[in-house]
């Protein structure tokens, strides 16, 4: 290994890790966003009732991360009220996070020799290999899109945390 392969692995290797940690972390709120969100629309007020929900529905380990998004989706565009039809937009940016996070759970990064010969004076993108169905999958990140889309992420927080409040509010009462 040269020189300057090694120095694109240990640039590589802290980028990756950057970037898996932030949009993990994003998942991880969204996700503890989503939870509050179901335990308020099936327990509303009842604390007790909510920490119950939480305990035998959200913390079951059979209980995804999708299947909390497909709950909450079809709950934001069957079950809820117009007045919030505008947050309708935002389910879709959910999944993609979804895809995003996992891209980086369940990916390694590329430290074959042919790749670190290929891609050493590259330092603008991630690459990252898996492999699924019995066949070895790489995966190429650029780095300005993946600042773009944990901006987007930021966002996504927000508009989500507006969304509990409201419906919080839209319920009456207030949050413990």
Known sequence: MTQQEKEYLIWLTNTTDKYRGL???????????????????????????????HELILNNIDLTFRTKIKMFTEIV????????????????????????????????????????????????????????????????????VLERQFSEYGQLIEDLSKLLKGYIASRQVLPP
Do not use: C
């Open 23 to 53: 949009f993990i972390n994003r998942s991880i709120v969204v996700e503890q966003i989503i939870e509050e969100f179901l335990s308020w629309y099936f327990a509303d007020n009842n604390m007790g009732k909510r920490i119950q929900f």
């Open 77 to 144: 565009n069957k079950f809820l009220p117009p007045e919030f039809d505008k947050y309708k937009q935002l389910l879709n940016k959910l999944d993609n996070l979804r895809s995003k996070r996992n891209e980086f759970a369940h990916s390694k990064i590329d430290s074959r020799q042919n790749s670190l010969t290929e891609n050493h004076e590259t330092r603008n993108k991630l690459h990252l290999i898996k492999i699924k169905d019995y066949n070895l999958k790489q995966t190429i990140l650029e780095v300005d």
